[in-house]
């Protein structure tokens, strides 16, 4: 997921029906493992290995001729954003991330999801 801090950046906000979609799958060690298998293949080159934005292929990336920053994932204002978008980001993909919902099925895709919540601390201890 691309950052969008720079200046004139258009936020990345899914739309109200996918960010309610609740997250089926449950946070147990076979569905941490599997979402963490599915990361290392389809998001480590960009995210890295711990999500902070810096894999071996950040440097490369760019948005209509200007470089952009993979999105941070062990930012606890992660938690801001619901799984559903999470989910709906990882999905539809926006350039140069590509969309995943040809790559992975919903299940796969749900497992990422709750992987990638594991990247990112809680603020304040906040639930």
Known sequence: M???SKIGAEPWVAPARAARKANPMTSDAPTLA???ELFTQACL???GTQGKGDGPAAATLERNGKPI???NLSNPKLWEQTDGTIFW???EGRSPMPAFQESFSE???WKI?????TLAPRE???K
Do not use: F, I, M
């Open 89 to 91: 980001k990882v999905s």
């Open 107 to 109: 299940e796969q895709r």
């Open 69 to 71: 920053k993979p999105g």
């Open 34 to 36: 599997a979402g963490k």
């Open 124 to 126: 304040n201890g906040a």
């Open 45 to 47: 080159p960009c995210h």
């Open 113 to 117: 999801v709750t992987y990638v919540r």
């Open 2 to 4: 691309a950052e969008d």
